[in-house]
């Protein structure tokens, strides 16, 4: 069974800069597993910030970047507002079809 | 804009089947250009992907739930529904349909329990 791995939870400072991350069970992450991002917050459905590995949604906030590194997929805020406290969630596609969803970062603005 | 709509009993029995439609608003569900998704998510936990439909009536299934779950389109209604058969305590959740991608609309989310 294929299982994507997130850091259950991250504390940052407001104006500071956290990246959270999303490994795959199978290897390395690449393009070919069009990495998604989604921050949820409490009561919410999700909203995408992230999809196929960089691209932005137009209501994501320019301080939220995707990249790969170091055979993951990246997501990077960098000067943190108390709003990102949320939970942030990946999706990875196997096959180019088969979604699996991370088991979610908890982002703590503190 | 598209709009999604779940619609579907909250209660279902266990051993039963759990049926759930979304309801597309605002765009046609025979646009090629979505691939019509389920995703659900049990009370504070996070979030699992249950497969997906594409108007060339290509599926993907999650491994875990594909000998249980049905994605259909129905064209005339412009909705897509779930089938979950089988169901446990476990299958209890917020259900959400949802487009992903490039175009990310949502539902609302509907809570299916699964009780006796």
């Known amino acids: 069974q294929t299982v994507v791995t997130q850091e259950p939870s991250l504390t940052v400072s407001p104006g500071g800069t956290v990246t959270l991350t999303c490994a795959s069970s199978?290897?390395?992450?690449?393009?070919?597993?069009?990495p998604n991002w989604f921050q949820q917050k409490p009561g919410q459905a999700p909203r995408a910030l992230i999809y196929?590995?960089?691209n932005k949604h137009s209501w994501t906030p320019a301080r939220f970047s995707a990249s790969l590194l170091g055979g993951t997929a990246a997501l990077t805020l960098s000067g943190v507002r108390p709003e990102d406290e949320a939970e942030y969630y990946c999706?990875?596609?196997?096959?180019?079809?088969?979604?699996?969803f991370g088991g979610g970062t908890k982002l703590t603005v503190l | 804009q598209v709009q999604l709509q779940e619609s579907g009993p909250g209660l279902v029995r266990p051993s039963q089947t759990l049926s759930l439609t979304c309801t597309v608003s605002?765009?046609?569900?025979?646009?090629?250009?979505?691939?019509w998704t389920w995703i659900r998510q049990p009370a504070g936990k996070g979030l699992e992907w249950i497969g997906r439909?594409?108007?060339?009536?290509?599926?993907s299934y999650n491994p875990s739930l594909k000998s249980r779950v049905t994605i259909s389109v129905d064209t005339s209604k412009n909705q897509f529904s779930l089938k979950l058969s089988s169901v446990t305590a476990a299958d209890t959740a917020v259900y959400y349909c949802?487009?992903?991608?490039?175009?990310?609309?949502w539902g609302q989310g509907t809570l299916v329990t699964v009780s006796s």
């Open positions: 949802a487009t992903l991608g490039s175009s990310d609309y």
């Open positions: 605002g765009g046609s569900i025979s646009s090629g250009s979505y691939y």
């Open positions: 439909i594409h108007i060339s009536e290509s599926t």
């Open positions: 199978t290897g390395a992450v690449t393009t070919d597993y069009y």
């Open positions: 196929s590995t960089y």
């Open positions: 999706l990875l596609y196997y096959r180019g079809a088969q979604g699996v």
